[in-house]
């Protein structure tokens, strides 16, 4: 059963406050297979910060479909908003936007999102290591953007790991980076050596190799760290600056995918839930053993969500009672969990009762 507090229109006004359409300005193939989808706003502001992402909402044959991309560009620098679509194998979304998007075309996109930011001072003097892997240089190449222009005191290292020399994102702007800002270089990672010999380390990422980049480097116990990339490297990455001595708090970390099965168990239990969105009550029923997202979204309710996978935290909720299971929310900081939201993709009741606020 869902039901309202509120009158349709105001309800609807609260809804599409949460989206905004963009057209196509350009489409720009950076790669053999990834572009830049380059943004003009057609009806509103469009405020966002460096390091944040927009949720694409499209149709792949009959299926609505939402995507998160981290946008590329940075605020004040760069005059259109602009994503980088980087092609995955059997993805649906990804695919379907390299084949079949055009210049001219309107898109509708939930608005920008996401903590992975910073802030900037023009007289903060600190060291900034962005640490990347394949598509996960978007939101790393945004901050940089932003750093060297709003913070020219602060020494920014990038280390970008990719399989081959014409699998990196960027690279021609990265170089005129590093030849324009004295206090930005970069360090080129690939798997296997190309004929240009650019490499600066050959082979996958280790712990060692990150001990040898961070002892070249001179970082401190004020470095902050910032890490995107495929989780497998991920993890090599975070064990190496843990045995380097980095603490969990230097470092900020944004995650893309992660493949979340949730099993159709027998017996489970009714759950009676109450989620306030908008401004609007909806209670119904749902299965205690399944994600609280999808069973919203199957009930109708025009819940915000992005990856369903748990870290880009867009369906993230407010408990006001009872419980969620929160062992999946590596998108949320300990202080979020401690202040009582969870994912709601990913998160499955714990208690007869339920009551959520979207916020």
Request: glycine share 6%.
């Amino acid at each position: 059963m869902v039901f309202g507090l509120f009158n349709k229109d105001k309800k609807n006004k609260k809804v599409d406050e949460r989206y905004v359409n963009l057209k196509i300005k350009d489409i720009v193939k950076i790669t053999a297979d990834a572009v830049n989808l380059v943004f003009d706003v057609l009806d509103q502001d469009f405020p966002y910060q460096s390091g944040q992402f927009i949720t694409l909402i499209g149709e792949v044959n009959g299926v609505k479909i939402r995507r998160a991309y981290s946008l590329c560009s940075a605020p004040n620098i760069d005059r259109y908003p602009a994503v980088t679509v980087k092609r995955v194998v059997n993805g649906l979304m990804s695919n379907h936007i390299n084949d079949s998007y055009h210049v001219g075309q309107n898109i509708k996109v939930m608005k920008a999102m996401g903590t992975f930011t910073t802030s900037f001072d023009v007289e903060k003097s600190r060291q900034l290591v962005l640490i990347g892997g394949g598509s996960g240089i978007t939101p790393l190449y945004s901050i940089i953007k932003s750093t060297l222009h709003l913070e020219p005191k602060t020494e920014v290292l990038l280390v970008y790991a990719n399989k081959s020399s014409a699998d990196v994102i960027f690279q021609e702007e990265l170089n005129k980076l590093s030849q324009q800002f004295k206090n930005f270089r970069w360090i080129n990672i690939l798997e296997h050596e190309d004929e240009m010999r650019t490499a600066d380390y050959i082979g996958r990422p280790t712990e060692s190799m990150v001990h040898s980049i961070l002892e070249r480097s001179n970082v401190n116990a004020l470095t902050h760290y910032f890490i995107c990339g495929p989780d497998p490297m991920m993890k090599i990455i975070q064990s190496g600056l843990d045995q380097f001595g980095v603490q969990s708090e230097q470092i900020q970390i944004e995650r893309f995918v992660r493949n979340y099965v949730t099993e159709n168990l027998e017996g489970s239990n009714e759950i009676n839930i109450s989620i306030v969105l908008d401004g609007t009550t909806h209670e119904l029923k749902i299965d205690r053993d399944q994600p609280i997202l999808d069973q919203a979204l199957l009930a109708g309710i025009d819940m915000p969500y992005s990856c369903k996978s748990g870290f880009c935290t867009a369906c993230r909720g407010k408990v006001l009672s009872g419980k969620v299971d929160t062992k999946e929310a590596d998108g949320l900081s300990e202080e979020e969990i401690a202040e009582g939201f969870a994912l709601l993709c990913v998160g499955c009741a714990l208690t007869p009762e339920l009551k959520l606020s979207i916020e």
